[in-house]
């Protein structure tokens, strides 16, 4: 809790939120996935690491899960907390660029990408290109799990993927917007 407000105030616009995500929240991130059949999960953004302790409670062993953190001193202590276990790999980069990181670790799809960025505070630019990428590394039958604080960028998101869930979640600081998307049968390039 107190390097994730350190770090928000460092960044605020990169880190996006004052407090990790709450139980409830991450709950309703985990209810969409389908543990048996993920073969590779990735995370953006994973920050301390709330969802990340949710998603190998519930794995299978062989399920791969990719973290994907901007944030050095966040990267630090994932590092420090799961750099031993098996199938786990903490990228220190950004999400606009996991088709190279995938590949770089021999995957080239995800069954599931779970996102918490804030698009809202991000450019957006960067914002297209993270949705771009997500939706070229996606497997057909993969999903895109993304919580927002608002609803402001549904028609971005809308651009890439086509909605099949929405839950608003009010026991978190501040409540939050589930959106569970499949990839949509056309979208715009890079
Ligand atoms: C709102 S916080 C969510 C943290 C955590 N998932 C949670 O729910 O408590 C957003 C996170 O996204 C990270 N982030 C922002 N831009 C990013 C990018 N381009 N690539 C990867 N991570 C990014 C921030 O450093 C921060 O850890």
Redesign the pocket.
């Given at each position: 809790m107190a390097s994730?407000i350190g770090?928000f105030f460092r960044?605020p616009a990169?880190?996006?939120?004052l407090?990790?995500?709450s139980p409830e929240?991450?709950a309703q991130v985990m209810a969409p996935i389908d543990f048996g059949r993920a073969g590779c999960i990735v995370?953006?953004?994973?920050?301390?690491?709330?969802?990340t302790e949710a998603l190998l409670q519930r794995r299978r062993p062989e399920t791969r899960i990719v973290l994907?953190?901007?944030?050095r001193r966040?990267c630090q202590l994932l590092q420090e907390r799961y750099a031993a276990h098996v199938g786990v790999h903490i990228i220190h980069?950004?999400?606009?660029r996991t088709a190279e990181y995938l590949q770089a670790l021999g995957l080239t799809a995800a069954d599931y990408v779970v996102c918490?960025?804030?698009f809202s505070s991000?450019p957006r630019r960067?914002g297209w290109r993270?949705l771009a990428h997500t939706r070229e590394v996606l497997l057909p039958a993969g999903r895109l799990i993304l919580?927002q604080y608002s609803e402001r960028n549904r028609r971005l998101f809308e651009r890439f993927f086509r909605l099949e869930g929405h839950e608003h979640v009010l026991l978190n600081l501040p409540p939050a917007h589930v959106f569970t998307y499949a990839p949509a049968a056309e979208a715009p390039a890079v």
């Open positions: 994730f770090e960044n990169v880190v996006g939120s407090v990790p995500s929240l991450t995370e953006y953004g994973p920050g301390t690491g709330v969802f994907i953190e901007v944030n966040f980069g950004s999400a606009d918490g960025l804030p991000l960067l993270v919580f």
